[in-house]
């Protein structure tokens, strides 16, 4: 479904994306994972056709997306719900018939797909309220209906979890769930909490490069012999090199668990350490471990 070769782009004198080569199957859903400034939106971008690369190959569903065919555009959606694209003066579901009308979609048929796709996110009560008094929440879902109107075969979505609480994440994920099969899924998220539920694959950037292209089973397999080592102290204290701090006074180590008794017999004797604690690995603690060793 997704091609790309030695993808390369640039802001001026800032470089984006650094040389990066991946595939993505038909059917695949895939985390694009990163801190901020790593590269996934402009990956979106590129990958949609808003933005074209300064070299390097990009094809998708056979496509070559800065061409923006018309055929391309009716076959993908990029909702990113922090830009907003529903006019806030009008019902959600006035916005739906307004855009579905631009894919010669027919009022009855805007009707009945977004009453179906408002129901699975559970706010079919709200369509006939003005955006501007929806709640952040309600509004994402929104603009995920308004995205899938025209029912695309390949879903970008750029960030969509920021500034939703714990519920409508796991309603999002949920929803997003039930699509695996039918659509090719890429998501770019720094919230990590849930996706690994939801994605068959875990593809992390860091600086614009490729840190780490794997299967969530394959993830699964390696946390399953590792441990994560946390330690807290009421100041700076020196621990061996495989700890990292990640915040003041609480640091952490990503380690192996036959090196766990060796670590913390080293550790148990350095003054200053408040609270130590070994706990399971999460997706966090080895996407984390990836970029900060690079």
Do not use: C, W
Not at 9 to 32: H, M, N, P, Y
Not at 279 to 287: G, M, N, Q, R, S
Request: net charge positive.
């Amino acid at each position: 479904m997704i091609e790309v070769r030695n993808l390369v782009k640039r802001f001026r004198q800032f470089t984006a994306l650094r040389g990066i080569t991946f595939s993505i199957r038909d059917g695949e859903f895939v985390a694009v994972l990163g801190v901020n400034g790593a590269g996934k939106s402009t990956l979106l971008k590129i990958l949609s056709g808003i933005l074209y690369p300064d070299s390097g190959e990009v094809m998708v569903n056979n496509f070559v997306p800065y061409k923006r065919k018309k055929e391309f555009l009716k076959n993908i959606a990029l909702v990113n719900p922090q830009k907003t694209r529903l006019i806030i003066d009008l019902p959600p579901m006035d916005n739906f018939r307004l855009f579905g009308s631009a894919y010669g979609l027919g009022k009855k048929e805007v009707h009945k797909k977004a009453e179906s796709l408002a129901q699975m996110l559970n706010v079919e009560s709200k369509l006939k309220n003005q955006v501007r008094t929806l709640s952040f929440g309600e509004r994402v879902k929104m603009e995920i209906i308004l995205g899938l109107l025209h029912n695309p075969s390949v879903i970008f979505l750029d960030e969509p979890f920021i500034g939703l609480d714990f519920i409508s994440r796991k309603q999002l994920i949920s929803f997003l769930d039930a699509f695996k099969g039918k659509k090719t899924l890429i998501i770019t998220s720094h919230i990590i909490e849930g996706i690994k539920e939801l994605v068959d694959t875990v593809l992390v950037l860091h600086k614009g490069e490729i840190a780490a292209k794997m299967s969530t089973d394959e993830i699964k397999a390696i946390l399953q012999n590792r441990v994560t080592i946390e330690v807290k102290a009421e100041q700076e204290i020196k621990l061996p090199q495989v700890f990292k701090a990640k915040e003041y006074g609480v640091y952490s180590a990503f380690v192996d668990k036959h090196d766990e008794a060796a670590i913390l017999k080293e550790i148990e004797n350095i003054p200053g350490i408040l609270e130590m604690s070994v706990k399971t690995p999460e997706l966090e603690d080895f996407v984390e471990e990836l970029i900060t060793s690079k």
